[in-house]
């Protein structure tokens, strides 16, 4: 029973992020894979935002890392409060971010990029200024072949997640 209870700890820590409480990058991908061969099942598209933190190692340089911990805290409640209870969304690392929106046409989650960054901006910080995040966009209507197996479907979110990267890099490179 305690052997069990430990394993079972273990691979909750593995999973999730003890500083924002979302799940790691393995965690996120092993979830991910199933909700887009969900998606193709049902003939539905998926979306996916990388979110970014703008200028985060300024923070941590000019404010203390407590500061980037509560600016990274803030990004994660400003993704918390906007998106709906299914989503799946994670911290891949550092100020990074993704989050997978099932259901979601680009059109739709065109219109959520901005009130995320809002959303964001509006959370408490330790710090002047709030938190500026980039965000890029990408969706795909997934097809029974892109993810008829778990490798098919983790290279399908791999092109899915390269694809939001492009576009935040391009959204960050047009703003600064």
């Known amino acids: 029973l305690f052997s069990g209870r430990v394993t079972a700890e273990l691979a909750a820590q593995a999973h999730r992020d003890p500083l924002t409480e979302l799940l790691y990058r393995r965690g996120f991908e092993e979830r991910a894979v199933e909700e887009l061969q969900r998606a193709a099942r049902n003939g539905r598209p998926v979306s996916l935002l990388m979110v970014d933190a703008d200028d985060f190692k300024s923070i941590n340089d000019k404010w203390g890392h407590h500061a980037g911990d509560v600016a990274l805290k803030a990004i ?99 703003r600064f």
């Open 76 to 174: 994660a409640q400003g993704i918390r409060s906007k998106v709906r209870q299914y989503d799946l969304f994670g911290r891949l690392g550092g100020d990074e971010f993704v989050v997978l929106l099932p259901g979601l046409s680009k059109t739709a989650v065109a219109e959520l990029a901005p009130r995320l960054m809002d959303s964001i901006a509006k959370q408490r910080t330790d710090h002047p200024g709030g938190v500026d995040v980039s965000i890029g966009v990408s969706t795909l209507e997934p097809t029974p072949e892109s993810v008829a197996t778990p490798t098919l479907a983790l290279s399908t979110l791999t092109r899915l997640m390269k694809s939001g990267d492009g576009d935040m890099y391009g959204v960050k490179n047009s």
